[in-house]
């Protein structure tokens, strides 16, 4: 029973994490789009013993498969830009790779099964080789947690080589770092916070090198890449509306975007434009700190320039760029009655997905590679399932052509993913 509660609070984490930031069931570069438009998920069946695995779908409903069996895996599914292979990790922690049809099944890595262990994963450009973090809490209040890199030729785990591991924590306490590992797209690059500097390396382990001098003392909220890796944006502060910074990875300069009150972002959530010109984010203009009166704003980080694009301040999530940077798709509502929708950031015209099912928790969406369709799991509740059950969908991109995707036995989707 304990495992269950454990798995499905992963489950939670990682639909969270997709949601919200946007880092999950990431592709990296420029995918070519799949002509017969493929999804990838992950499904659990409860029953006398919980099962979890990665399926494949076409969106009009045809030809489900299972590409794995007696995993348990972890809601997070890692494409490879051309489509033929992908990564992912279980509830040990254990990292694998494998074709695109299922076969050639690979463990790289062999969870090391510490305190609050967390995996993150990343395809070099090139697709041979894996970059892999592992964050670890400390067995004890005494002893010091680590993070740690790791690089794998994804032939074995004999192929997989531990590049460094850095000691947080512990008492006395150690901070040989102060912020996670936050790996480029192409996966060759990372970079951390230490000593109130900003430092990148490559994932190799060579040409260490000092950016600039963070921004301040605190934790940064997030950190994230630029499409193309040339930039990383960096919301920074204790407050809820927290500034916006601009790190040019070659130039070593850093930014502040934020000269305005209405240029901070709520929580420090952004999110990138695909073609690498915009962030959006959310702001809060009123008192009242609950995330109940946000707006969506746009900021172009070359001229600065600022557009509100909602005019009724709400409970926003979720923010996600279409392909061609031309709409964003984002949530409306409280946790149990949100509703999908896009907007256009030129026209601001809204548009309700799915306005035909009732509001409920949607957990994550994530636009197809060519930009014509979206998929989203959303909570529904039956007779049958009365706390609820994860439903898979499709519609294209004006709402049309709504398909469930899922079946009656799926209890939990999660990890929904474009296949390249």
Same mark, same amino acid.
């Given at each position: 029973?304990?495992?269950?509660?454990?798995?499905?609070?992963?489950?939670?984490?990682? %639909?969270?994490?997709?949601?919200?930031?946007?880092?999950?069931?990431?592709?990296?570069?420029?995918?070519?789009?799949? /002509?017969?438009?493929?999804?990838?998920?992950?499904?659990?069946?409860?029953?006398?013993?919980?099962?979890?695995?990665?399926?494949?779908?076409?969106?009009? +409903?045809? #030809?489900?498969?299972?590409?794995?069996?007696?995993?348990?895996?972890?809601?997070?599914?890692?494409?490879?830009?051309? +489509?033929?292979?992908?990564?992912?990790?279980?509830?040990?922690?254990?990292?694998? =790779?494998?074709? #695109?049809?299922?076969?050639?099944?690979?463990?790289?890595?062999?969870?090391?099964?510490?305190?609050?262990?967390?995996?993150?994963?990343?395809?070099?450009?090139?697709?041979?080789?894996?970059?892999?973090?592992?964050?670890?809490? +400390?067995?004890?209040?005494?002893?010091?947690?680590?993070?740690?890199?790791?690089?794998?030729?994804?032939?074995?785990?004999?192929?997989?080589? %531990?590049?460094?591991?850095?000691?947080?924590?512990?008492?006395?306490?150690?901070?040989?770092?102060?912020?996670?590992?936050?790996?480029?797209?192409?996966?060759?690059?990372?970079?951390?916070? $230490?000593? $109130?500097?900003?430092?990148?390396?490559?994932?190799?382990?060579?040409?260490?090198?000092?950016?600039?001098?963070?921004?301040?003392?605190?934790?940064?909220?997030?950190?994230?890449?630029?499409?193309?890796?040339?930039?990383?944006?960096?919301?920074?502060?204790?407050?809820?509306?927290?500034?916006?910074? %601009?790190?040019?990875?070659?130039?070593?300069?850093?930014?502040?975007?934020?000269?305005?009150?209405?240029? =901070?972002?709520?929580?420090?959530?952004?999110?990138?434009?695909?073609?690498?010109?915009?962030?959006?984010?959310?702001?809060?203009?009123?008192?009242?700190?609950?995330?109940?009166?946000?707006?969506?704003?746009?900021?172009?980080?070359? /001229?600065?320039?600022?557009?509100?694009?909602?005019?009724?301040? +709400?409970?926003?999530?979720?923010?996600?760029?279409?392909?061609?940077?031309?709409?964003?798709?984002?949530?409306?509502?409280?946790?149990?009655?949100?509703? %999908?929708?896009?907007?256009?950031?030129?026209?601001?015209?809204?548009?309700?997905?799915?306005?035909?099912?009732?509001?409920?928790?949607?957990?994550?969406?994530?636009?197809?590679?060519?930009?014509?369709?979206?998929?989203?799991?959303?909570?529904?509740?039956?007779?049958?399932?009365?706390?609820?059950?994860?439903?898979?969908?499709?519609?294209?991109?004006?709402?049309?052509?709504?398909?469930?995707?899922?079946?009656?036995?799926?209890?939990?989707?999660?990890?929904? =993913?474009?296949?390249?």
């Amino acid at each position: 029973m304990m495992r269950l509660i454990k798995f499905l609070a992963l489950i939670l984490l990682g %639909l969270l994490s997709a949601t919200i930031f946007n880092f999950s069931n990431a592709v990296i570069a420029a995918p070519k789009v799949s /002509q017969d438009n493929r999804l990838t998920f992950v499904a659990t069946k409860q029953g006398p013993k919980y099962e979890s695995n990665i399926y494949t779908i076409q969106t009009n +409903g045809s #030809a489900r498969r299972q590409l794995t069996k007696n995993l348990n895996v972890y809601p997070t599914i890692v494409w490879l830009n051309n +489509g033929k292979r992908l990564a992912f990790f279980n509830d040990a922690y254990d990292v694998y =790779t494998m074709n #695109a049809d299922g076969s050639k099944l690979t463990k790289i890595f062999s969870g090391a099964g510490c305190k609050a262990d967390s995996i993150e994963i990343q395809w070099l450009l090139n697709g041979q080789k894996l970059a892999i973090k592992e964050s670890c809490d +400390g067995s004890t209040l005494e002893a010091p947690g680590g993070v740690s890199l790791y690089l794998s030729d994804t032939i074995g785990t004999q192929g997989t080589k %531990l590049i460094q591991r850095w000691e947080v924590g512990g008492i006395p306490p150690k901070a040989e770092i102060s912020s996670s590992l936050y790996l480029s797209p192409n996966g060759q690059q990372v970079v951390f916070f $230490k000593d $109130k500097s900003i430092w990148q390396m490559n994932t190799d382990g060579s040409n260490l090198t000092e950016l600039t001098n963070a921004p301040g003392d605190d934790y940064p909220s997030q950190v994230i890449w630029s499409p193309d890796g040339t930039q990383i944006a960096i919301s920074w502060g204790k407050d809820n509306n927290q500034p916006i910074y %601009l790190l040019n990875v070659k130039n070593k300069t850093l930014t502040n975007l934020s000269d305005e009150p209405q240029k =901070t972002a709520y929580s420090g959530i952004i999110s990138w434009s695909l073609d690498g010109t915009k962030l959006a984010y959310y702001h809060n203009q009123g008192t009242d700190y609950s995330g109940k009166e946000l707006d969506i704003f746009v900021l172009d980080v070359n /001229q600065k320039a600022v557009k509100k694009l909602t005019s009724k301040p +709400g409970e926003y999530s979720g923010l996600q760029w279409s392909p061609d940077s031309k709409l964003i798709a984002f949530t409306s509502g409280d946790y149990s009655q949100k509703k %999908l929708y896009t907007i256009s950031i030129d026209r601001l015209k809204l548009t309700q997905l799915s306005s035909q099912l009732p509001p409920s928790e949607i957990n994550s969406f994530n636009w197809s590679l060519d930009g014509k369709k979206i998929s989203f799991i959303k909570t529904e509740k039956t007779k049958k399932k009365p706390d609820g059950q994860s439903v898979l969908y499709v519609s294209n991109r004006d709402g049309s052509k709504l398909t469930k995707l899922s079946k009656s036995d799926d209890s939990y989707i999660s990890a929904q =993913t474009w296949q390249p």
